[in-house]
């Protein structure tokens, strides 16, 4: 059977073409032939096609194309992020942090302004809550309407395929009567932890546990200046690995918190970046080049916590890359990583205690999850995750298209 997949154009490394790669390699594991292309017109000779990242605008591969005209039979591969939970608070936040600094300065110390208002940072770590309601200039229209606007293809469908039953939850809201089916996806890169050298510690010169990682692009999602400001005052070196950078802005408050605000010091690997250092600010790029996957699997084995307070996840690839490192964790609630991890019945959502689960926006609670969980060990872990081939995922996608 031919397949065509329908991919974002942006070819930045992401979760996304790890896990559909490892069905594509699965499906050609299994016979098929597998087409890829930036749209479902270009793939149109396929048997079936698979239109992916619902999280966006993709009505346009449909209403007036050949796929409708000739009435191909298509599936949906959704990410579909819950735009409508996460994106306000996501920017309530950032907004906050923002205005914070403009109000207190580099240095963060409490301030007045010209209105009488008190900017005081402490004050997120007292009552996280007040980011229900904090607003500041953010424009937060157009989000949570996506999933409306992609309505005639969830009914047009053969089949629906999401990352899980998290995911699966807000799909079925969304579309109460579409064909669903939630399939966990494989483990990814966790199945190459063992290529790992000691390349990262050569390069950051640190010793091996005794640092915080965090990996994923630096984009506001990722949440990384929820994590540096929650380690403010935790005396810990973070390490951010990154292939690209999102937002400029957000990297220069990044920088600006670890230079004037954190006490320990602060590395950033990216390929993108140019390398400097400032203070306990050091930042190492890579002339536009991915980091060696040996380098990062390194970078996992040898930390002391992996880090990732996302304010979304579907379901989170590095949250299971960790685990194959058997590494203590702090994990987002806000994330479909738990129908994971207890889909192995040894082990619950917290694999036996290695997880510490955080609401993204509670710096508090995110400190105090770093602080318990860093340096913790643990017996040898056996989960049935990683044992999950391409070939499985395959052929629980076939089920429902055949």
Known sequence: MNFGFSIRENKEHGGDLVALNSLMDGLKELGHRVFTGPNATSLIKSDYIFLTNLCQYQLHQYHGTPLEEKKKPFGLITFQEDFGTYYPMMMNFLNYLVLCEKACGPRLAPTRDEGGILWDIDHLFEAPEILTTFRGSVDQSGFGSIEYFNRELYQRARAVFTSGPFEDKHVKKCFPTTKSHPVLWTAGN??????????FLKLTGLKSGEYVLQVGRLEPRKNQPGSIMAMKDVDI???FITPTLYDP?????????????????TIILSQDLPSEKTGNYQCMGNEGELFPWETVAGAYQNAGLHL???WHELPGLTYLEAAKCNLPQVASNWTGIKDYFKSDAQYDETLNG??????????????????????????????TIFNRTKVDLANDYLKHIQ
Request: glycine share 2%; proline share 8%.
């Open 190 to 199: 966790a199945a190459k932890m063992d290529d790992a050298d000691d390349s």
């Open 237 to 239: 070196p973070l390490v």
């Open 249 to 265: 802005l957000m990297l220069d408050w990044i920088k600006s918190v670890a230079v004037n605000v954190r006490k320990a010091p």
């Open 308 to 310: 990732h307070p996302a």
């Open 354 to 383: 290695r997880v510490k689960y955080v609401d993204p926006y509670n710096l508090t609670a995110i400190k105090d999850a770093v602080v318990e969980q860093f340096g913790k060990k643990f017996p040898e872990m056996d989960h």
